[in-house]
């Protein structure tokens, strides 16, 4: 096979390139997020009274609740700290934006929070890769179950 050949028909994975593809991943989409979140917060005394309140908890609530997920839960998924986790009330956030904010909104509006859900799950079922805190927590316990087992 030629170097075009293995590109178009790879026979394995490159473990590599996939773990730096995740990192990028969780950066990225990290990032964007939570440019959301942050916005939120400079906003929040214009937002607060007027904020849609899908779990009837109140509007200043919701926001509130949020902010800590568009902005906590994706600066820990940006470094890969509890990844599965954090990940948890971002999917549930952009399912409730989906199924009960736009429900009766275009597709148009509904696609950015599609996305993100989408790129959640995913991560969710990759995990974050070995370039992540998480990894660094896991190959320690490792170690020292090893180190126990002997």
């Known amino acids: 096979m030629n170097t075009f050949e293995k590109v178009l028909f790879p026979l394995e994975s490159n473990y590599n390139l996939n773990e730096k593809l995740l990192l990028i991943a969780r950066v990225v989409f990290g990032l964007l997020f939570m440019r959301h979140g942050i916005e939120k917060w400079v906003d929040f005394n214009m937002m607060a009274d007027r904020f849609p309140n899908p779990l009837g908890m109140g509007s200043e609530a919701t926001l509130i609740i949020i902010i ?46 599609l996305l993100y859900f989408i790129i959640f799950l995913l991560l969710l079922f990759t995990g974050p890769g070995k370039y992540s805190i998480d990894s660094l927590i896991g190959r320690s316990i490792n170690r020292r179950m090893s180190k126990l087992e002997e």
């Open 68 to 113: 800590i997920i568009e902005v906590f839960c994706s600066a820990a998924l940006i470094v890969g700290f509890l990844s599965r986790l954090a990940l948890l009330p971002m999917i549930f956030d952009m399912f409730i934006v989906i199924t009960v904010v736009f429900a009766k909104a275009s597709f148009a509006m509904k696609e950015i929070p």
